[in-house]
């Protein structure tokens, strides 16, 4: 079962524009939502987080939208520059929980 | 401050054969994680060790089986191989027993391809 889904595998932006990814779930049990960004060769490195409490997070050009009726979060990144080309992934943990589900990602590219 | 570390960073492997992969923790963490990142997938939650018991498990069979060491080191151990298993295996380490969002430390993985 996708409990957490990113139904948008890829992503094309101009550099400077804004880039919006998405993500969608399904468990109202989650407590935090996170996003994970990946380059090709590494591992999945943390970007921002967000508590079930909290509708906003921001952190300087990252942004974490949560709408809990709609089950949907996304983040927002202005402006996108081309270091950011990466693969993104979105992810829902409960408080303390040892286990983390992810979406499947969605590789963001942006052109400079 | 290190990172989390894992050994090897490739390796190929026939159907029926047994694979150890290895994972060092970040310094300070004492909670490690496996995940398997199939292609085109997000990572999927094998199982967690904490002070060197197994304390979470994901949808994997029992071949998958790990250890956690004193050093908080871990090892993933796969039996029987399957083509399937063929997958990005990553190991994540965190501080445990604190509150707040899970965020975890990943290493660069190792990729196996079963033939």
């Known amino acids: 079962d996708q409990q957490v889904k990113q139904n948008s595998p890829s992503l094309s932006v101009q550099e400077g524009r804004i880039s919006i990814l998405n993500c969608d779930y399904t468990?109202?049990?989650?407590?935090?939502f996170l996003w994970y960004k990946k380059y090709p060769a590494e591992g999945p490195t943390f970007l921002i987080s967000?508590?079930?409490?909290?509708d906003k997070n921001e952190d300087g050009r990252f942004t974490v939208f949560l709408n809990k009726s709609a089950k949907h979060l996304s983040l927002h990144i202005v402006p996108s520059q081309p270091g950011d080309s990466a693969v993104y992934f979105c992810?829902?943990?409960?408080?303390?929980?040892?286990?983390?589900?992810f979406g499947a990602g969605t590789r963001l590219f942006v052109k400079a | 401050e290190t990172g989390v570390t894992q050994s090897p960073t490739h390796l190929i492997k026939t159907r029926g054969q047994q694979v150890t992969l290895r994972c060092s923790s970040q310094?300070?963490?004492?909670?490690v994680s496996w995940y398997q990142q199939a292609l085109g997938q997000g990572p999927q939650f094998i199982f967690q060790?904490?002070?060197?018991?197994?304390?979470g498990r994901g949808n994997f069979p029992p071949r998958f089986s790990g250890l956690q060491f004193p050093n908080y080191s871990s090892e993933l151990n796969v039996n029987a191989l399957e083509l399937d298993d063929s997958a990005l295996y990553l190991c994540?380490?965190?501080?445990?027993?604190?509150?707040?969002?899970?965020?975890?430390?990943f290493g660069a993985g190792s990729r196996l391809t079963v033939l």
């Open positions: 994540a380490s965190r501080q445990g027993a604190i509150s707040g969002a899970n965020v975890l430390t």
């Open positions: 468990n109202s049990m989650f407590d935090y």
């Open positions: 967000i508590s079930s409490i909290k």
């Open positions: 992810a829902a943990s409960d408080t303390g929980g040892f286990k983390t589900i």
């Open positions: 310094s300070g963490h004492n909670t």
């Open positions: 060790y904490y002070r060197e018991e197994e304390n």
